[in-house]
Protein backbone atom coordinates (compact mmCIF):
# COMPACT_ATOMS: atom_id res chain seq x y z
CA UNK A 1 0.00 0.00 0.00
CA UNK A 2 1.73 3.53 -1.09
CA UNK A 3 2.07 5.82 2.06
CA UNK A 4 -0.13 9.19 2.56
CA UNK A 5 -0.56 11.94 4.13
CA UNK A 6 -3.45 14.10 3.86
CA UNK A 7 -3.27 17.46 2.29
CA UNK A 8 -6.12 20.61 2.09
CA UNK A 9 -8.47 20.09 -1.03
CA UNK A 10 -11.11 22.85 -2.30
CA UNK A 11 -14.09 22.22 0.26
CA UNK A 12 -15.43 19.42 2.86
CA UNK A 13 -17.72 17.15 1.19
CA UNK A 14 -21.02 17.66 1.85
CA UNK A 15 -21.68 14.09 2.20
CA UNK A 16 -18.44 12.22 3.23
CA UNK A 17 -15.78 13.50 5.55
CA UNK A 18 -13.24 11.35 3.11
CA UNK A 19 -11.93 14.27 0.98
CA UNK A 20 -8.36 14.22 1.26
CA UNK A 21 -5.56 14.37 -1.37
CA UNK A 22 -2.80 11.66 -0.81
CA UNK A 23 0.11 12.76 -1.48
CA UNK A 24 3.26 10.37 -1.96
CA UNK A 25 6.81 9.64 -1.31
CA UNK A 26 9.16 11.74 -3.47
CA UNK A 27 11.30 9.05 -5.27
CA UNK A 28 15.14 9.29 -5.12
CA UNK A 29 17.27 10.45 -8.24
CA UNK A 30 17.87 6.74 -9.26
CA UNK A 31 16.12 4.18 -12.26
CA UNK A 32 12.60 3.61 -11.78
CA UNK A 33 12.04 0.15 -11.02
CA UNK A 34 8.77 -0.48 -9.16
CA UNK A 35 4.52 0.37 -9.73
CA UNK A 36 5.55 2.89 -6.54
CA UNK A 37 8.58 4.30 -8.17
CA UNK A 38 6.35 5.41 -11.41
CA UNK A 39 3.09 6.21 -9.16
CA UNK A 40 5.00 8.63 -6.85
CA UNK A 41 6.62 10.73 -9.92
CA UNK A 42 3.17 10.59 -11.88
CA UNK A 43 1.51 11.87 -8.71
CA UNK A 44 4.11 14.93 -8.83
CA UNK A 45 3.95 15.39 -12.23
CA UNK A 46 0.36 15.48 -12.40
CA UNK A 47 0.85 18.10 -9.21
CA UNK A 48 2.97 20.30 -11.79
CA UNK A 49 0.25 19.81 -14.50
CA UNK A 50 2.75 18.04 -16.48
CA UNK A 51 -0.04 15.95 -17.54
CA UNK A 52 1.19 13.56 -20.02
CA UNK A 53 4.00 13.16 -18.03
CA UNK A 54 1.99 12.00 -15.34
CA UNK A 55 -0.55 9.83 -17.30
CA UNK A 56 2.51 7.54 -19.03
CA UNK A 57 3.79 7.03 -15.60
CA UNK A 58 1.02 5.95 -14.11
CA UNK A 59 0.14 4.03 -17.18
CA UNK A 60 3.90 2.11 -16.94
CA UNK A 61 2.81 1.58 -12.88
CA UNK A 62 -0.07 -0.34 -14.16
CA UNK A 63 2.36 -2.35 -16.27
CA UNK A 64 4.16 -3.33 -12.96
CA UNK A 65 1.19 -4.01 -10.55
CA UNK A 66 -2.48 -3.68 -12.52
CA UNK A 67 -4.18 -4.75 -8.68
CA UNK A 68 -2.98 -1.14 -7.44
CA UNK A 69 -6.68 0.20 -7.41
CA UNK A 70 -4.99 3.73 -7.32
CA UNK A 71 -3.57 3.58 -10.52
CA UNK A 72 -7.40 3.45 -12.32
CA UNK A 73 -8.03 6.43 -10.19
CA UNK A 74 -5.33 8.71 -10.51
CA UNK A 75 -5.07 7.99 -14.39
CA UNK A 76 -9.11 9.02 -14.80
CA UNK A 77 -8.01 12.04 -12.42
CA UNK A 78 -5.44 13.25 -15.51
CA UNK A 79 -8.10 12.67 -18.16
CA UNK A 80 -10.64 14.64 -15.93
CA UNK A 81 -7.96 17.10 -15.87
CA UNK A 82 -7.93 17.18 -19.87
CA UNK A 83 -11.43 16.94 -20.08
CA UNK A 84 -11.76 13.62 -21.78
CA UNK A 85 -14.44 12.77 -19.21
CA UNK A 86 -15.70 9.72 -21.36
CA UNK A 87 -11.97 7.68 -20.80
CA UNK A 88 -12.25 9.41 -17.41
CA UNK A 89 -15.46 7.54 -16.50
CA UNK A 90 -14.26 4.27 -18.09
CA UNK A 91 -10.93 4.48 -14.92
CA UNK A 92 -12.99 5.52 -12.52
CA UNK A 93 -15.24 2.37 -13.06
CA UNK A 94 -12.40 0.39 -13.20
CA UNK A 95 -11.12 2.06 -9.79
CA UNK A 96 -14.59 0.92 -8.45
CA UNK A 97 -14.34 -2.73 -9.34
CA UNK A 98 -10.81 -2.98 -8.16
CA UNK A 99 -11.17 -1.49 -4.69
CA UNK A 100 -14.59 -3.56 -4.40
CA UNK A 101 -12.61 -7.01 -5.91
CA UNK A 102 -9.52 -5.96 -2.87
CA UNK A 103 -12.55 -5.75 -0.18
CA UNK A 104 -11.79 -2.08 0.50
CA UNK A 105 -14.64 -0.19 1.15
CA UNK A 106 -13.41 2.71 1.81
CA UNK A 107 -11.68 3.44 -1.53
CA UNK A 108 -14.38 1.78 -3.37
CA UNK A 109 -16.43 4.70 -1.50
CA UNK A 110 -14.01 7.66 -2.72
CA UNK A 111 -13.94 5.87 -6.00
CA UNK A 112 -18.03 6.23 -6.56
CA UNK A 113 -18.00 9.87 -4.95
CA UNK A 114 -15.19 10.48 -8.12
CA UNK A 115 -17.32 8.65 -10.47
CA UNK A 116 -20.19 10.66 -9.77
CA UNK A 117 -18.46 14.06 -9.76
CA UNK A 118 -16.72 12.79 -13.53
CA UNK A 119 -21.21 12.53 -14.62
CA UNK A 120 -21.90 15.52 -13.27
CA UNK A 121 -19.42 17.08 -15.55
CA UNK A 122 -20.20 14.80 -18.34
CA UNK A 123 -23.73 16.60 -17.45
CA UNK A 124 -25.27 12.68 -16.77
CA UNK A 125 -26.65 14.47 -13.39
CA UNK A 126 -29.27 11.20 -13.57
CA UNK A 127 -26.48 9.08 -13.54
CA UNK A 128 -24.93 10.89 -11.00
CA UNK A 129 -27.10 10.46 -8.69
CA UNK A 130 -27.33 6.89 -8.80
CA UNK A 131 -23.38 6.99 -7.55
CA UNK A 132 -24.36 9.35 -5.06
CA UNK A 133 -27.27 6.87 -4.21
CA UNK A 134 -24.71 4.02 -3.57
CA UNK A 135 -22.91 6.39 -0.67
CA UNK A 136 -26.27 7.36 1.24
CA UNK A 137 -25.60 4.24 3.45
CA UNK A 138 -21.86 5.24 4.36
CA UNK A 139 -22.65 8.76 4.89
CA UNK A 140 -26.60 9.89 4.61
CA UNK A 141 -25.52 13.25 4.11
CA UNK A 142 -24.46 12.32 0.97
CA UNK A 143 -28.36 13.13 0.35
CA UNK A 144 -27.07 17.10 -0.03
CA UNK A 145 -25.47 16.29 -3.50
CA UNK A 146 -28.23 14.09 -4.55
CA UNK A 147 -30.05 17.57 -4.02
CA UNK A 148 -28.15 19.56 -6.01
CA UNK A 149 -28.31 16.86 -9.00
CA UNK A 150 -31.94 16.82 -8.95
CA UNK A 151 -31.27 21.11 -8.99
CA UNK A 152 -29.41 20.22 -12.48
CA UNK A 153 -32.77 17.84 -13.30
CA UNK A 154 -35.23 20.86 -13.17
CA UNK A 155 -36.80 18.65 -10.24
CA UNK A 156 -36.81 21.10 -8.30
CA UNK A 157 -39.98 19.74 -5.56
CA UNK A 158 -37.66 16.71 -5.76
CA UNK A 159 -34.79 18.54 -4.67
CA UNK A 160 -36.74 20.52 -1.47
CA UNK A 161 -38.11 17.32 -0.42
CA UNK A 162 -34.61 15.71 -0.41
CA UNK A 163 -32.53 18.47 1.57
CA UNK A 164 -35.59 18.35 4.32
CA UNK A 165 -34.59 14.69 4.67
CA UNK A 166 -30.48 15.97 5.42
CA UNK A 167 -32.29 18.57 7.86
CA UNK A 168 -34.19 15.82 9.80
CA UNK A 169 -31.41 13.54 10.05
CA UNK A 170 -30.30 12.74 13.85
CA UNK A 171 -26.61 13.35 12.97
CA UNK A 172 -25.66 15.94 10.60
CA UNK A 173 -22.44 18.74 10.13
CA UNK A 174 -23.16 21.99 9.95
CA UNK A 175 -22.09 22.60 6.30
CA UNK A 176 -24.58 19.85 5.26
CA UNK A 177 -27.26 21.87 6.99
CA UNK A 178 -26.18 24.77 5.42
CA UNK A 179 -25.85 23.19 1.82
CA UNK A 180 -29.37 21.82 2.49
CA UNK A 181 -30.53 25.08 3.30
CA UNK A 182 -28.85 26.61 -0.20
CA UNK A 183 -30.22 24.04 -2.20
CA UNK A 184 -33.55 24.64 -0.95
CA UNK A 185 -33.26 28.21 -1.63
CA UNK A 186 -32.08 27.46 -5.28
CA UNK A 187 -35.13 25.15 -5.55
CA UNK A 188 -37.81 28.30 -4.68
CA UNK A 189 -35.86 30.64 -6.93
CA UNK A 190 -36.14 28.37 -9.54
CA UNK A 191 -39.68 27.90 -9.29
CA UNK A 192 -40.19 32.06 -9.12
CA UNK A 193 -40.89 31.56 -4.91
CA UNK A 194 -38.46 34.53 -4.51
CA UNK A 195 -39.38 35.51 -1.26
CA UNK A 196 -39.09 31.64 0.07
CA UNK A 197 -35.61 31.90 -1.58
CA UNK A 198 -34.70 35.18 0.08
CA UNK A 199 -36.29 34.32 3.49
CA UNK A 200 -34.13 31.25 3.32
CA UNK A 201 -30.97 33.25 2.07
CA UNK A 202 -31.29 36.38 4.61
CA UNK A 203 -31.15 33.51 6.92
CA UNK A 204 -27.77 31.95 6.22
CA UNK A 205 -26.33 34.21 4.19
CA UNK A 206 -23.53 34.87 6.66
CA UNK A 207 -22.70 31.35 7.18
CA UNK A 208 -19.14 30.44 6.56
CA UNK A 209 -18.34 26.66 4.83
CA UNK A 210 -15.41 25.14 5.13
CA UNK A 211 -13.32 26.52 2.38
CA UNK A 212 -15.64 29.71 1.36
CA UNK A 213 -18.85 31.81 2.16
CA UNK A 214 -22.50 31.28 1.77
CA UNK A 215 -22.54 34.32 -1.22
CA UNK A 216 -19.40 32.78 -2.86
CA UNK A 217 -20.85 29.65 -3.50
CA UNK A 218 -24.03 31.37 -4.42
CA UNK A 219 -21.57 33.34 -6.76
CA UNK A 220 -20.06 30.18 -8.25
CA UNK A 221 -22.76 28.02 -8.51
CA UNK A 222 -24.30 30.68 -10.53
CA UNK A 223 -22.18 29.94 -13.64
CA UNK A 224 -22.86 26.10 -13.55
CA UNK A 225 -26.33 27.04 -13.43
CA UNK A 226 -26.51 29.23 -16.33
CA UNK A 227 -24.21 27.00 -18.54
CA UNK A 228 -26.56 24.14 -17.80
CA UNK A 229 -29.62 26.32 -18.83
CA UNK A 230 -31.54 26.75 -15.61
CA UNK A 231 -32.97 29.68 -14.66
CA UNK A 232 -30.43 32.02 -13.56
CA UNK A 233 -32.39 35.22 -13.85
CA UNK A 234 -33.68 35.56 -10.31
CA UNK A 235 -30.38 34.73 -8.77
CA UNK A 236 -29.70 38.65 -8.59
CA UNK A 237 -32.14 38.95 -5.96
CA UNK A 238 -30.76 36.39 -3.51
CA UNK A 239 -27.00 36.91 -3.79
CA UNK A 240 -26.70 40.01 -5.67
CA UNK A 241 -24.51 38.17 -7.93
CA UNK A 242 -23.52 40.44 -10.77
CA UNK A 243 -21.55 38.88 -14.05
CA UNK A 244 -18.48 41.13 -13.37
CA UNK A 245 -18.39 39.55 -9.88
CA UNK A 246 -18.51 36.37 -11.35
CA UNK A 247 -14.87 36.64 -13.65
CA UNK A 248 -12.53 36.39 -10.36
CA UNK A 249 -14.20 33.45 -9.25
CA UNK A 250 -13.77 31.24 -12.25
CA UNK A 251 -10.37 29.59 -10.97
CA UNK A 252 -11.65 28.90 -7.65
CA UNK A 253 -12.64 25.09 -7.34
CA UNK A 254 -15.43 23.44 -5.77
CA UNK A 255 -16.03 19.84 -3.98
CA UNK A 256 -18.55 18.77 -6.78
CA UNK A 257 -15.62 19.26 -8.95
CA UNK A 258 -12.63 18.06 -7.18
CA UNK A 259 -11.01 14.80 -8.05
CA UNK A 260 -9.64 13.12 -4.53
CA UNK A 261 -6.28 11.70 -5.75
CA UNK A 262 -4.93 8.79 -4.13
Not at 2 to 18: A, E, H, I, Y
Not at 109 to 135: P, V, W
Not at 221 to 235: I, S, W
Request: charged letters at 25%.
Amino acid sequence: IFGVSPMKTSRLLLVLSLLFVIALPAVAQKKLKTAQDYFSRGFKYSEAGKLDLALADYEAALKLDSLECDIYNNIAGVFSQKKKFDIALQNYSKAVQCAKSMRNDQKASIFTLNRALCKHEMGDYQEAIKDYSLLVEVDSTTLTSISLELLYLKKYDDAIQNAKKVLNLSKVTEDAKASAALHSAYAFMFKSDIDKALEIHKANQDYQFGYASWKEYVKQDFTGFRKAGLPTENMNKIGKVKLRKLRKDRKSTRLNSSHITL
